[in-house]
């Protein structure tokens, strides 16, 4: 079994700058990758920026490219998203997400951040 434990949302204006991190504890061992979604009212979830745990690589949303930056430190079992330039159409509950190995999907899931863009 994972934890995880998002922080770090809030209210922003547009062009403003937020950084969510994501705290996992329990068997983080057998983490394979880490995401974060988001869900927007009225909209289905969607796949924001995954980190592989201990290779490299990453992966963006084009609407984020250039924008969010993922990262990780995986000796304190955290992933952080950077997210720079803010938009409206950002705002949404951030999710952090856990793939284990073994596992074809991400299984494990956090409680979600609310993070508002205004205009």
């Known amino acids: 079994q994972v934890q995880l434990l998002e922080s770090g949302g809030g209210l922003v204006q547009a062009g403003g700058s937020l950084r969510l991190s994501c705290a996992q504890s329990?068997?983080?061992?057998?983490?394979?990758?880490m995401a974060w979604f988001r869900q927007a009212p009225g909209k289905e979830r969607e796949l924001v920026s995954s980190?592989?745990?201990?290779?490299?690589?990453?992966y963006y949303a084009e609407s984020v490219q250039g924008r969010f930056t993922i990262s990780k430190n995986t000796a304190q079992n955290t992933m952080h998203l950077q997210m720079n330039d803010l938009r409206p159409e950002d705002t949404a509950v951030y999710y952090c997400?856990?793939?284990?190995?073994?596992?074809?999907?991400?299984?494990?899931w956090g409680q979600g951040t609310q993070v508002t863009v205004s205009s």
């Open positions: 997400a856990a793939n284990l190995i073994g596992n074809s999907a991400y299984a494990y």
């Open positions: 329990g068997r983080t061992s057998r983490t394979y990758a």
């Open positions: 980190i592989r745990w201990t290779v490299r690589g990453t």
